[in-house]
């Protein structure tokens, strides 16, 4: 099955530092189980530069941390991850863990202090509401149990 992936965990030079954040572990695991990554950086799509300032969500925004609003950059991104992840009939999502925009289930909570609060980046929310089971690759092979038996090939 079709499978949304960060692109920085596929091996993209995308992320904030201009580097990226290469899982062999996720791929093996992908292509172990016949499965096809879509990648997809929302930062990417939503219009930013790389390499940029590092952002963190606060509340309903994301700002650096220099202050400057990102937020607009970040809705577009998701949006487009959404729209990606519905052309190619993707259920689930493998995604960076803690970023602003692909962190699930817990990210930096603004102060860029490094301190990880419970939420979701902007990205993996859209994702998440739009029906899509995401996971990150700090997750290991619970995502690819957590799968339809009947869509694994
Ligand atoms: S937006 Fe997501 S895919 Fe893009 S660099 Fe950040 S964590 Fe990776």
């Known amino acids: 099955m079709n499978i949304l992936v960060s692109s920085c965990l596929l091996g993209a030079a ?8 290469a899982c062999p572990a996720l791929l093996a695991a992908l292509a ?6 879509v990648p997809v950086c929302p930062e ?6 790389t390499p940029r300032p590092p952002a963190e969500r606060r509340g309903a ?3 650096t941390a220099a202050g400057a609003d990102v ?15 519905r052309a190619a009939g993707c ?15 817990q990210i930096y909570d603004g102060s860029f202090a490094h301190r990880l609060v419970p939420g979701d980046g902007v990205a993996a929310a859209a994702l998440r509401e739009a029906g899509l089971a995401v996971y990150t690759e700090q997750d290991g092979p619970a995502w690819l149990a957590a799968l339809p038996k009947e869509e694994a090939k």
């Open 91 to 105: 259920r689930a999502a493998i995604l960076k863990a803690n970023s602003p925009s692909c962190g699930c289930g």
């Open 32 to 37: 172990a189980g016949g499965h096809t990554p």
């Open 14 to 21: 995308c992320k904030y530092s201009g580097g990226d954040n």
């Open 61 to 63: 925004r994301v700002v």
């Open 71 to 85: 937020t607009a950059q970040y809705e577009k991104g998701a949006a487009i991850a959404v729209q990606l992840a």
């Open 44 to 49: 990417i799509y939503g219009g930013l530069p």
